[in-house]
């Protein structure tokens, strides 16, 4: 059996190559948060589909990960915004996650306020670096797109996020209650 495929304009990936050459300059330029956003959904939207991207974990960082957003506040919503933020890792953009706070709320079907508390606890946790305000990139100790050598650049940046705090040994109990 033969191997379908999808026919699309060359023109598009004149485009797309375009599109990505502002992004990975939108600094230089002074893009906004709203132009960069605005760019980087018309590069998804006509990129090829077959061209999935990837995201590599590093598996005892996302270990760690877990258990620490375990051990703090509104876990279940903490790690939903986590998988969203995974999802919307840029490829070859030093980690930035290329999602609006609205974007990443919608996709981890949580309420915004608790995607802002997510956000922040994430940043507190040391999985994410905010880079701007509504802009974040990934710890690359714990996650990457894109060339291993970029990777490798970037860790030296910032440290693997710590194991989350232990608990107590001993729990002070007074007449029998703790």
Known sequence: MGKVTR?????????????????DF??????????????AAAVGRLAPPESWGF????????????RTIKSGPKPLQTVMVWNACISFIAYDRDGEIAASQTQISE???????DTSRALSRLVEIGVLIRTGRGR?????????????HKREI??????????PPA???LVVMEGGKP
């Open 7 to 23: 026919l699309r304009p060359k023109r598009h990936d004149v485009i797309v190559e375009a599109l990505q050459l502002v992004l």
């Open 26 to 39: 939108g600094d230089h330029y002074q893009l906004d948060r709203h132009t960069r956003d605005g760019l």
């Open 55 to 66: 995201v590599m974990l590093n598996p005892d960082q996302q270990r760690t990960v877990l």
């Open 107 to 113: 996709a981890a079907d949580v309420c915004i306020t």
């Open 136 to 148: 974040y990139k990934v710890n690359s100790h714990v996650a990457w797109s894109g060339p291993l």
């Open 154 to 163: 970037a860790a030296k940046e910032h440290q693997p996020v710590p194991p």
């Open 167 to 169: 608990g107590p040994l």
